[in-house]
């Protein structure tokens, strides 16, 4: 028994250092298998829920709501500088107001990209 014993220990200490470069390399191929989140600094959420919730709700899926009908962010095909554009000129036939002047160049920017990063992953 105590041969048996002897037996398993060394084998797990020979398969030890083998099993142990193995770990790193697991770890790396499944993060490797992510989506790369970048969400902006600064990030934009604070603007998006001062002045987009009313409209498209705090998850953005939009909808009827006091602010008319919002449209749904989750699934915009627009990028994110077409997002930007439409924040700053609005879109009026539609009900979208026209956020420049409200909300300077910068905040804008980072609500589109919060609106392209964070809300387009929750659809």
Do not use: W
């Given at each position: 028994?105590?041969?048996?014993?002897?037996?398993?220990?060394?084998?797990?200490?020979?398969c030890?250092p083998?099993?142990?470069?193995?770990?790193?390399?697991?770890?790396?191929?499944?993060?490797?298998?992510?989506?790369?989140?970048?969400?902006?600094?600064?990030?934009?959420?604070?603007?998006?829920?001062?002045?987009c919730?009313?409209?498209?709700?705090?998850?953005?899926?939009?909808g009827?709501?006091?602010?008319?009908?919002?449209?749904?962010?989750?699934?915009?095909?627009?990028?994110v500088?077409?997002?930007?554009?439409?924040?700053?000129k609005g879109?009026?036939?539609?009900?979208?107001?026209?956020?420049?002047?409200?909300?300077?160049?910068?905040?804008?920017?980072?609500?589109?990209?919060?609106?392209?990063?964070?809300?387009?992953?929750?659809?």
């Amino acid at each position: 028994m105590k041969v048996l014993i002897s037996n398993l220990l060394r084998n797990l200490v020979l398969c030890l250092p083998v099993f142990a470069t193995c770990l790193p390399i697991a770890a790396v191929a499944e993060e490797e298998d992510r989506p790369v989140i970048v969400v902006p600094r600064g990030g934009g959420k604070e603007t998006f829920t001062r002045f987009c919730t009313t409209c498209h709700m705090p998850d953005g899926r939009g909808g009827q709501n006091e602010g008319g009908y919002g449209a749904d962010l989750r699934v915009t095909k627009l990028t994110v500088e077409e997002v930007a554009d439409v924040v700053s000129k609005g879109r009026q036939s539609k009900g979208m107001p026209s956020f420049k002047g409200i909300v300077d160049d910068e905040k804008i920017g980072q609500v589109a990209s919060y609106i392209k990063t964070v809300i387009k992953l929750k659809e």
